[in-house]
């Protein structure tokens, strides 16, 4: 992992290199070890990495790669690469022996453009500088766990890992907090994902690119087709074009898709091609050091142990870390963690959970998030990767993304209900455990309606419908005027029926393509990388590889959701790799483990201490300074958090967080906006 900054345009003609280096270097939050400046007209690069991170299987020497004229800065790791060696020295473009990732996305780039984003494979964020044609191209890959921001400003465009270089670039007014990034924060309604706590900087959504002609000349889009053109049936807003001095556009370069090669699969074969595909996910993403994996006894994080051993190869060393709750705990899953773990030979470091913290004490930690409300589990986060290092590895790997990638709700009901499939349907509907009216209209009628003709009966009722995924009721101690919120939630709609509804025709299909590019899923990713970043290892995912989102949005709905269990597929090509106790239906309401109890429990002893040293500070809340949160009503809610059934409880835990981050951060600006603080 590590920082990265650029500048064009004729302003940056006007930063001295050295200052430029220090600016990452001092605010990015991504190290300070190796630092690397690259200057010419119009542009300045720089990265910088802690010594640890130029393992050559992690990211290599902190230095902006430098190819002819172009120039490149990234931070990023790079799967099936020796597949992507081979297809660039086919093509004449040579990155050179054991090549960084810089080396590689510089060589892409040679061959195909700003098209290289169809066919770099990896967890990434980068920017790269085309001295002959003049431009920048900055992309996020589609799963977003590096994240990248940016900034316009008179004549110049500023984009970086974190927003932090961005607010403390010299020679120009600190940007204000933004009331609607705060808000969102709080309120955790992500939008379209480019909304941040500051005004004028904007978040590069996964699966997105920025190109920009900082110099003159043509357009921005030179090649001879859009770069990432989306699949047919799947895409997204029109591009944003930015006018001014540094014209830049903006545009996603992925969407959900199936691979279809994969539809004329027989049944009978998925298994297996499921099994070698989640193998090498897994293996390309190893470290030859050796590997974490924070398990617990559920589907996804058991299968990428299975699979890191499912490779042609000799397994790579795996440290199974997991946490240890209380007997009779929803989060107790030792006998399935012991089953998995027995089953290839390997012991298990146990971490003790309930005393974990759910809020961090350290300013630097608090201010040093991209996001005002960070991660409601970063104690629990943060135990894992030092237990991660403490066993001697850098890399450490988790079972995130399997629910997005294998999971398909009963949803599935609305299609049938859609194209009159009415006995199969009822077939469906009971065999599922579904009974009366209430239940058929929630999980058939309501999902198969068109969201424009909830609309209208919003407008006819005068009150709130919920019609889209992502609506949730705003917290009652919010302070926006109802324009305000009116006025987000209209923004947030026409989003989502560009990104989901046109593009995907069955209700299915956008129900999928939702839980793979809904903005809140990569900014979990990605505030879960940083804070492992920070305690000096690297987050790897091998449930978010494009190879497995298209082999599986290419399968038929059944072999993924059946009566009284779900991933079906991924059960079977796990059968005989994991023991049978852990694929097999469990009894009891939840199906896998959960962090409920844990969560209740620090949330009942931290909360209300938490809001009374904030309270007792005589500064007010800047939240209410903002004009988005009341104080007084956050006390309410927490006084009856138990009596309302712990129904705010998320966002009161986001709320303090945010406000305590804004505190925090309006210190550093005011003690020290040029230093480290």
């Known amino acids: 992992m590590s920082g990265i900054l650029a500048a064009v345009g004729p302003g940056a003609d006007g930063i001295e290199a050295d200052g430029f280096g220090r600016l990452l270097r001092d605010h990015s939050h991504r190290g300070r070890e190796r630092l690397d400046v690259f200057a010419a007209p119009g542009v300045r690069l720089a990265v910088v990495r802690d010594r640890w991170e130029e393992d050559v299987g992690i990211a290599g020497p902190a230095r902006v790669t430098r190819d002819g004229p172009v120039a490149a800065v990234s931070d990023a790791a790079l799967y099936y690469r020796d597949h992507l060696t081979h297809a660039l020295l086919r093509r004449g473009s040579d990155p050179g022996p054991d090549p960084a990732p810089g080396a590689l996305l510089a060589a892409a780039y040679r061959i195909h453009g700003a098209s290289m984003v169809e066919v770099v494979e990896g967890d990434y964020a980068f920017c790269l500088w085309d001295g002959e044609a003049g431009r920048l191209l900055a992309a996020r890959d589609p799963f977003g766990a590096r994240s990248l921001f940016y900034r316009a400003l008179p004549g110049l465009l500023l984009v970086a890992s974190t927003p932090h270089p961005l607010v403390a670039f010299g020679g120009t007014p600190v940007p204000p907090f933004d009331p609607e990034g705060v808000l969102r924060a709080i309120s955790l309604q992500e939008g379209d994902g480019t909304r941040t706590a500051w005004e004028g900087v904007r978040e590069l959504p996964a699966g997105h690119l920025l190109l920009a002609r900082p110099l003159g000349g043509p357009p921005p889009w030179p090649d001879s087709r859009h770069p990432g053109a989306a699949p047919s049936g799947a895409g997204g807003p029109h591009p944003t074009l930015v006018p001014g001095p540094v014209p830049f556009e903006v545009r996603r370069f992925w969407a959900a898709g199936p691979d279809p090669r994969w539809r004329a699969l027989p049944e009978a074969q998925a298994p297996e091609t499921l099994a070698r595909l989640l193998a090498q996910a897994a293996v390309t993403r190893a470290h030859p050091g050796g590997i974490a994996l924070a398990m617990s006894g559920g589907q996804d994080s058991t299968a990428v142990l299975a699979s890191l051993h499912g490779g042609s190869g000799p397994p790579p060393l795996v440290r199974i870390l997991s946490f240890a709750y209380p007997e009779g705990d929803p989060g107790n899953e030792e006998l399935y963690v012991r089953a998995a773990a027995e089953r290839y030979g390997l012991p298990v470091q146990w971490i003790e959970t309930m005393a974990l913290p759910l809020f961090q004490d350290d300013p630097v930690r608090i201010r040093s998030r991209s996001s005002p409300a960070g991660h409601a589990f970063e104690g629990q986060n943060r135990a894992l990767a030092r237990a991660a290092r403490e066993e001697g590895v850098r890399v450490i790997f988790n079972g995130h993304g399997g629910d997005n990638v294998f999971w398909v709700s009963d949803w599935v009901m609305a299609d049938l209900l859609r194209r009159g499939r009415w006995l199969r349907l009822r077939r469906f509907f009971r065999e599922r455990g579904y009974r009366g009216v209430g239940a058929f209209v929630q999980h058939c ?46 923004a947030d709609r026409r989003w989502h029926d560009a990104t989901f509804l046109r593009p995907y025709r069955s209700v299915t299909d956008r129900n999928r393509a939702w839980g793979l590019m809904f903005p809140a899923f990569p900014r979990v990713c990605a505030a879960l990388f940083d804070l492992m970043r920070h305690e000096g290892v690297e987050l790897r995912m091998p449930m978010y590889d494009d190879r497995l989102v298209r082999f599986s949005l290419a399968r038929p709905f059944h072999e993924f959701n059946q009566p009284g269990k779900n991933k079906v597929l991924l059960r079977e090509a796990m059968r005989g790799r994991l023991p049978d106790l852990l694929l097999d239906p469990r009894p009891g309401r939840h199906k896998t483990g959960t962090a409920e109890g844990y969560f209740r429990g620090r949330f009942d002893r931290e909360a209300p201490e938490r809001f009374r040293a904030l309270t007792a500070q005589r500064d007010p809340w800047v939240g209410e300074v903002l004009g988005v949160l009341r104080a007084g009503e956050v006390a309410e809610r927490l006084s009856r958090s138990q009596e309302e059934g712990r129904r705010w409880e998320v966002q009161l835990v986001s709320t303090l967080l945010a406000e305590e981050w804004l505190r925090r951060t309006g210190e550093w600006l005011e003690r020290d906006p040029d230093g480290e603080g």
């Open 445 to 490: 009628l309501r999902p198969a309606l068109p969201p424009e003709l909830l609309d209208l009966v919003e407008r006819v009722r005068g009150r709130r419908v919920v019609s889209r995924p992502f609506e949730r009721p705003m917290p009652p101690w919010t302070a926006a005027s109802a324009e305000t919120l009116r006025a987000m939630l209209e």
